[in-house]
């Protein structure tokens, strides 16, 4: 058993420590020893592999994927949570992919104005991104995540034997935030994935517990130092500016639509005079090695237009990140004009 501990004890909403354990799903649920039992929200299409859970607590399987995050499904969870007599002082447990655990969340943060949570990420995307942070949220139309709150776990259980059952696609769609960490702020661990990939790409355990692992710790990093996204946060948001209008126009997983982003916006900085061409070159490589794709076959007016929808846009400015060189990365304001350059770079 492995943890890795992230302290937000200067939040002044909700000071606590976050607990990130790589275990067995029961072994770490029996060392917490949770005073009370919480109701686990759970992915359908996985509740069989949960069944063990009922030991532990309520069970409620809900609709995996994007289709749980509207207000209309969330208010379901929050119905769920009355009909089975849950208060002030529950514990609100996601178990799933990334918008399960999204979706929950956001939940947890708002009932009652916020009741406990705890994470049981079931895909490697999760495990390595949406799972870590605090960050939740759900769509409003086809705009991504523009409802949300920050709300940190308690815990975060990270079980290796859901990572088994996965796709391909599914799992390579993880290995993209994964590269993006080592982007954006770890040299040696990009390396690291250059030079261990077909393990990772076998699902070996120990070098898939080691990438884990520290891809969790490169964003508990980012996170602990910026919690609410003032400022270094935002290079987390490495590629996904184009890559959330991807994924949303083409109806692709989460991974390979920022994978796209993140090759379009080195591009950029190549273009821009701040990425070496050997550097472009090694991430256009490893996109490869992984299997993930790297642009754009057609163009498609909605992509700008989803950009433009973005979070990240401030007036007539949006933040982009930008690499330097792998292993470090800036966040610069353009104006909105940018987006249709960006697109640019994104095609084939």
Request: aromatic share 6%.
């Amino acid at each position: 058993m492995h943890e890795i501990k992230l302290d937000f004890s200067t939040n002044k909403l909700q000071q606590r420590t976050s607990r990130v354990i790589f275990s067995d799903m029961l072994d770490a649920l029996n060392q917490l020893k949770l005073e009370i039992k919480p109701i686990f929200f759970i992915d359908q299409s996985i509740a069989s592999m949960c069944s063990n859970l009922k030991a532990h607590g309520q069970i409620v399987p809900i609709p995996g994927g994007e289709s749980i995050k509207t207000l209309t499904n969330i208010s379901m969870l929050y119905q769920k949570l009355i009909a089975h007599d849950y208060g002030r002082d529950a514990l609100v447990v996601g178990v799933g992919g990334g918008a399960v655990l999204d979706a929950v969340g956001f939940v947890a943060a708002t009932f009652q104005r916020g009741v406990r949570l705890g994470f049981i990420p079931t895909t490697l995307l999760a495990q390595v991104d949406a799972s870590v942070g605090g960050k939740n949220g759900v769509n409003l139309g086809v705009a991504k995540n523009q409802i949300g709150t920050i709300w940190q776990p308690e815990f975060v259980i990270c079980d290796q034997k859901f990572l088994n059952s996965l796709s391909n696609i599914e799992y390579v769609s993880g290995c993209a935030e994964m590269i993006k960490a080592g982007l954006i702020a770890d040299q040696d661990y990009f390396n690291q994935l250059e030079s261990s990939a077909a393990k990772v790409l076998a699902r070996d355990y120990e070098t898939l517990a080691l990438m884990i692992s520290r891809a969790v710790a490169i964003k508990a990093k980012v996170v602990q130092a910026d919690e609410t996204e003032e400022s270094s946060r935002m290079l987390l948001n490495f590629g996904h500016t184009l890559g959330h209008a991807i994924e949303k126009v083409d109806c692709i997983p989460h991974g390979h639509a920022i994978s796209i982003g993140m090759m379009a916006a080195a591009k950029l900085a190549k273009s821009k005079g701040c990425l070496s061409e050997s550097d472009l070159e090694r991430v256009k490589n490893i996109l490869d090695i992984y299997r993930l794709p790297s642009d754009l076959k057609v163009l498609k007016k909605e992509y700008a237009e989803l950009m433009l929808a973005d979070k990240k846009r401030r007036g007539d400015k949006i933040n982009l990140i930008l690499l330097d060189e792998i292993g470090k990365a800036r966040v610069e304001k353009f104006p909105i004009a940018i987006a249709e350059e960006l697109i640019q770079c994104a095609l084939a």
